[in-house]
């Protein structure tokens, strides 16, 4: 439960088990039951009953699935609209990077700022860029370039992210987020941390034979713990928060 | 259960699933026309996303002459037409004629792909050049294949109704009709391609 | 009743008896032979493609990347996914058993273009060896079966385009099957037998082979563009060129979607074929079946981009994917029910072909559900790329396409051979299969939800034993297969006579001699109009099996 979208997922996951496993159960039960009541006893000749149709069964189980599926679907709509995967980015979050009206820029999912509770109302800006096989963050407005992503728990997070070569993905397992970070199109990606600790950042798409050792650390800390971090490595004296 | 099967008189005589072939080898053809316009579906979706979501840099946009494709689509456009004309020549058992405006059909490919040619050394831009420019000599590539293969087949097949009793008579005209299919075919893509490249 | 077969000596079918096993070496044009062709070869590249399984699941026993070079590691799951998907499954529930069985149920006497048959299936050993033998030259592809571009840019060429043009050829071989199938399904029916009257696997082969006709060609001009931006050095997908990745995705996945159900549609006919048969009932609601399918083809063609949630889709994209996705479900559960509907009330004989398409029931609606799950957005930004997907696909393509594989031997063995397979070495292959698996693939699922990514060869020390179990399950996987050949080599030298109609089936193939005579039928191909007739009134007195008995 390590951002506002984790609890969100966690819920929606857990209606999918439920409905899965009762689904797989029946379904299973079904046949097994099957198999056992009308196999052939020894002796038995002939056949089964020549039942071919039965309209009203048809329709029940057609029905069903597809109101369950109408269910499921819309319940993860709105799970999507509460991470925030319906807003529109609005140019103004990000309009202090220099992005030219030739760049596209896509949202990725995440929850946005309007859930936050905190002082600070404008969202951390920090661009990631991925390349073959590392990640590594920077925050403009302290001209600090790090391996690590510390980030203040609570708080916002707008990250733009771009790679270098290859397509790459950063996951926060933790964070139940994913987003490709794709060469040739930046990346938009807002998600609120809201557990302190450290979590680890996965590269998840296939980018070559050390895919699997481009790792990083996400920092979730307390505000305090941040200022001073970021301070110590601030390049700027004068920062305003 | 109702199985019915009378019994065949000739049963001895095997029926031969190659007999009745002449209409499956069209269906066949016209299948793999299918498969063969999505390849295009697919070029052509690629394309028309490119130039949506990639747009070029605006010193890199050329506008392309229009005269030379305008001509050869006439050439294909009119190559369809005499096609046509030695099938019905080939209907009335007037195997001159048919050949005649056969030749005339592959003349009007090979013209086609000539002006093609030419218009590939003139254009301002090269394979590698840009987004564009790629895709622009892969969907004409690719088509320009498509009318090679056709005039070859209808130089074939040309070849092949010379020889009275050959190959190519009004009772065994499948070769012809497929070539004639396929040749349309390659023309009404011509015509998505021509709108889609140099039009839009 | 009323069934008659022309009088024929022993004699005369022995003439027309095919003779000789060269003729399984040669291009032999004859539907039966391409069929066995198809079905022998590909088991081939599944016992490749199983062996490089088995190092995929070796080098995951530990959590370092020590059993190969991480670049090894790439070359062998490209390798692993490519084989397994384009030289064993498709080419043998299309290839095989379409070409096997598909003439019969039409009632004809070849495939409608015999030799373009022979063409299709002898692109796929130089195309299948084409591409092993990259591995030793210069190093196989190395951008998994997906090859998205940058990465299959710019990794080395040479292996690359090996891939690209063995999968080009295999592309062409399907093709080509797509059209022989159409053609053949539509055009060579036997005069006075109603498409409403065809066995289902015709219908799932028509169904699978519209996907492949409108789908495979997307991919290979997809592949053609890839070649030349590493060839040529153009930039379709290259973005430092100026490219576009993404366009790529969607061209690769408006192929590769349908290439699921190329996969998994051929196997619900032959699922079909198979219940009635050992539940000696009719298969239940025919029509339904049959607009499932349909549904499905349609449908299957609009969802491809579900396998690109996280790769910066639009909003309205991934919702209209999601729903379009998650629909599939109605008609695929159709299927599902009608077969439960099937065995209930049946004589269910417990045998080997049963108890594998059994399993695949249970093995498909468990990789179903999952697949349900991973097209909800939310849900799959956590687990796409993870062994959540790794688990939901084998579940379907291991525990559905392939249980229906060796369910369908089992089942058509006799045919193909006139002898029985051992029933008792069956079930213990079934056994140590079904376990083998789900101790292999369900962990699967908990490794991608707790963050394990696909396509590592190196992960964090807390999956390792999770991994293990995973691991042991592909042995015993691995393991399964002994009893199977034996079983085969056995059965093939030493096996029990079957007799011609072994399960008393009622449909067409089954009612001519076994192993068939070249051209199927002695005289007049029979007319079967109710090929699900089991339990009918008229059929006590005239069991199918005295049908050849004059
Ligand atoms: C034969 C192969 C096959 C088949 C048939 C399917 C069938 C389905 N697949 Fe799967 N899939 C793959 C092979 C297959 N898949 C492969 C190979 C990949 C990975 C590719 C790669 O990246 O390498 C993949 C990946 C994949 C993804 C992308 C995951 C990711 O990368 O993030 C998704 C997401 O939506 C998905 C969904 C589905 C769905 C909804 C179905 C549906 O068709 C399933 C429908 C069936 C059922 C649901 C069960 C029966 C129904 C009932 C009993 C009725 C009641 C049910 C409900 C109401 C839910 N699949
Ligand atoms: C389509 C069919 C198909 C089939 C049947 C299988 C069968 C198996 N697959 Fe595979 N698999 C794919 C299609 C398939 N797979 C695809 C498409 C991918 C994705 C590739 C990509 O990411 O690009 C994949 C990826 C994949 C991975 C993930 C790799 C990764 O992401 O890092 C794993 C890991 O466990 C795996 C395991 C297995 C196993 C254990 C089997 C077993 O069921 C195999 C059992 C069979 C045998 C074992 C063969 C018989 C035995 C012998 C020949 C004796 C010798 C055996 C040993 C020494 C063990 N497969
Ligand atoms: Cu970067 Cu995988
Ligand atoms: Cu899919």
Sequence with gaps: MASTNAPIYDELFNVLFVIGTI?????????????????????????????????????????????????VGLYSYDIYDRMGGMQILSN????????????????????????????RDFPINVELTA?????????????????????????PITMRMESKDVIHAFWVPEFRLKQDVIPGQPTILNFTPTRTGRYPIICAELCGPYHGGMRSTVVVEEPEEYDAWFKKNSKQTEVEL | MTTVSPLNKKSNEVISSKEEHADHRLFGLITFL???????????????????????????????????????????????????????????????KCQYWLLITAGLGVAFLISQMFEYFTLPFGLTDNLYASTFYALTGFH???????AIMILIIWWQSRSPGGRITKTNRFPFEAAELYWHFVDGIWVVLFIILYLL | MSISIPPSTENNIKKLQPTGWLRYFSFSLDHKVIGLQYLICGFIFYLIGGLLAGAIRIELTSPMSDFMARDVYNQVLTLHGTIMIFLWIVPVVNGAFGNYLIPFYVGARDMAFPRLNAVAFWLIPPAGLMLISSYFINGAAQSGWTAYPPLSITTPAAGQIVWIISVLLLGGSSIFGGINFIATILKLRRPGLKLMQLPMYCWAMLGTSILVVLSTPVLAGTLILLSFDIVAHTGFFNPSLGGNVIVYQHLFWFYSHPAVYIMVLPAFGLVSEILPVHCRKPLFGYSTMVYSIMAIVILGLVVWAHHMFTSGTPPWMRLFFTIATAFIAVPTGIKFFNWVATL?????????????????????????????????????????????????????????????????????YPK?????????????????????????FAPQHWLGLNGMPRRVAEYDPQFTFVNQISSFGALLMALSTLPFLWNIFYSTFKGKE????????????????????????????????????????????????SILEN
């Design chain 2, 144 to 150: 320009g294949l498509h009318v090679t293969l056709g």
């Design chain 1, 131 to 155: 390349m073959q096989f590392a990640f590594l963050f920077n925050y403009p407005k302290g001209e600090i370039i790090s391996g690590e992503l510390h980030v203040p728990v609570g708080q």
């Design chain 1, 92 to 119: 103004d979050m990000h309009s202090h990077h220099s992005i030219s009206s030739q760049e596209k820029v896509w949202g990725g999912i995440g929850s946005s700022k309007q859930e936050s509770n905190t002082s």
């Design chain 3, 344 to 412: 209930w009330g049946g004589r269910i004989s417990l045998n080997s072909a049963i108890l594998f398409s059994c399993g695949f029931i249970v093995n498909f609606v468990l990789g179903g559900i999952t697949g349900v799950a991973l097209a909800q957005v939310p849900f799959d930004v956590h687990v796409h790329d993870t062994y959540f997907v790794v688990a939901h696909f084998h579940y379907i393509v291991y525990g559905g396409s392939v249980f229906v594989i060796f369910s369908s031997i089992y089942h058509w």
């Design chain 1, 23 to 71: 689904l797989f159960i029946g379904m299973t039960a079904l046949v097994i039951y099957s198999l056992i009541q009308f196999r052939r006893k020894p002796g038995e000749e002939g056949d089964g009953l020549p039942i071919e149709d039965n309209l009203p069964l048809e329709i029940f189980w057609t029905a069903v699935p597809a109101v369950v599926i109408l269910f």
């Design chain 3, 416 to 440: 193909f051979t006139g002898k029985m397979l051992n029933e008792t070495i069956g079930r213990i292959h079934f056994a140590i299969t079904f376990i083998g698996f789900n101790l292999c």
């Design chain 3, 498 to 545: 079957s007799g011609d109609n072994p399960w008393k089936a009622l449909t067409p193939e089954w009612l001519t001699s076994s192993p068939p005579p070249v051209e199927n039928w002695i005289g007049e191909a029979p007319l079967v109009t109710e090929p699900y007739g089991y339990g009918k009134k008229q059929e006590t007195k005239n069991s199918p099996d």
């Design chain 2, 34 to 96: 299918i498969a063969d316009g999505m390849t295009f579906a697919g070029f052509f979706a690629a394309y028309l996303t490119f130039k949506a979501v990639n747009p070029l840099l605006p010193d890199a946009i050329y506008e392309l002459e229009l005269p030379l494709p305008t001509l050869n689509t006439i050439l294909l456009l009119v190559s369809s037409a005499t096609f046509h004309k030695a099938g019905k020549y080939l209907e009335e058992n007037n195997s001159k």
